[in-house]
């Protein structure tokens, strides 16, 4: 991980952080949140702050004064702000896919370590009827 945890809401606590409409967030979870790291539980979300980010839902902390972008600007901006959550979402997403993976290779490799393989027991067949016939 990157040093900190992800902070998850539930669906209730979501509601008081974003800044849409209770349907509105439902809509986009339902559509979305699995892909974007959500996870639908028998009893509603867990939703991390990075999902509720990359389906474009929190208010926006920018550099640049929006005082002074024209409309086209703001809307350009936050487009763009828009795709780069989902992408760095869908990275996140893929990346603990990637670590899940390598945590399972890497298990199956220290088991692979601890037997011998066929080709251990072939050459120890091979190395004994040798040394018989040498006899």
């Known amino acids: 991980m ?15 952080v974003v800044s849409c409409s209770e349907s509105t967030l439902r809509r986009k979870l339902n559509k979305n949140g699995s ?5 639908k539980l028998k009893k509603g979300w867990r939703i991390p702050v990075e999902t509720l980010e990359a389906l474009g839902v929190l ?11 024209t409309g086209h600007d703001r809307t350009e901006t936050s487009q763009e702000i828009t795709r780069l ?12 896919g990637l670590k899940q993976l390598l945590s399972e290779r890497e298990k199956v490799v220290a088991l ?3 037997r011998p393989t066929k080709r251990e027991s072939l050459w120890s067949r091979f190395t004994r009827n040798r040394e018989r016939n040498a006899e």
Do not use: D, M, P, W
């Open 35 to 39: 892909k974007l790291g959500a996870t």
């Open 85 to 96: 959550r989902i992408e760095n979402a869908t990275l996140r997403a893929e990346n603990e």
């Open 2 to 16: 990157t040093g900190h945890e992800s902070h998850e809401y539930s669906f209730a606590e979501a509601l008081e």
């Open 112 to 114: 692979l370590e601890q």
């Open 59 to 69: 208010r926006t902390v920018t550099g640049q004064s929006t005082e002074q972008l």
